[in-house]
């Protein structure tokens, strides 16, 4: 989990002022190596804020291309999704708009099969 920059200031600051960095960890929470590599990055940079990353590579770029010709020449297609925590499940695309008889389909036929027994189905 990202800790934000305004707790390794404060880890920081508790370390300047003489309290080890084990114990600041222990104090904020968090593990000692990052109350280590947030110390030492203070010391080496002046700053405690997050390296800069480059960008993710976005996964559908070599298909974009194929994607747009798809839309406009099917301009009504409806992309159904079930939403999880971490990402999406049961993608499927339709060809117009979105129907009772078409929901119940998705439902049985693509969403039901990914679930388990606990989760829950939010219907928006």
Same mark, same amino acid.
Do not use: N
């Given at each position: 989990?990202?800790?934000?920059?305004?707790?390794?200031?404060?880890?920081?600051?508790?370390?300047?002022?003489?309290?080890?960095?084990?114990?600041?960890?222990?104090?904020?929470?968090?593990?000692?190596?990052?109350?280590?590599?947030?110390?030492?990055?203070?010391?080496?940079?002046?700053?405690?804020? +997050?390296?800069?990353? %480059?960008?993710?590579?976005?996964?559908?770029?070599? &298909?974009? @291309?194929?994607? !747009?010709?798809?839309?406009?020449?099917?301009?009504?297609?409806?992309?159904?999704?079930?939403?999880?925590?971490?990402?999406?499940?049961?993608?499927? +695309?339709?060809?117009? %708009?979105?129907?009772?008889?078409?929901?119940?389909? &998705?439902? @049985?036929?693509? !969403?039901?099969?990914?679930?388990?027994?606990?989760?829950?189905?939010?219907?928006?």
């Amino acid at each position: 989990m990202a800790i934000s920059e305004d707790l390794r200031i404060r880890l920081v600051k508790k370390v300047a002022s003489g309290m080890s960095r084990r114990r600041a960890a222990a104090y904020f929470e968090v593990s000692a190596s990052s109350a280590v590599r947030y110390v030492k990055r203070y010391q080496d940079k002046g700053t405690v804020a +997050v390296k800069s990353r %480059p960008p993710r590579k976005r996964r559908l770029d070599p &298909y974009s @291309e194929d994607i !747009l010709d798809w839309i406009k020449e099917t301009p009504d297609l409806t992309f159904i999704p079930g939403l999880r925590c971490d990402g999406l499940t049961a993608p499927w +695309v339709i060809d117009g %708009p979105m129907t009772g008889d078409i929901f119940q389909t &998705y439902m @049985e036929t693509q !969403l039901a099969p990914t679930l388990q027994k606990g989760h829950v189905v939010i219907l928006d």
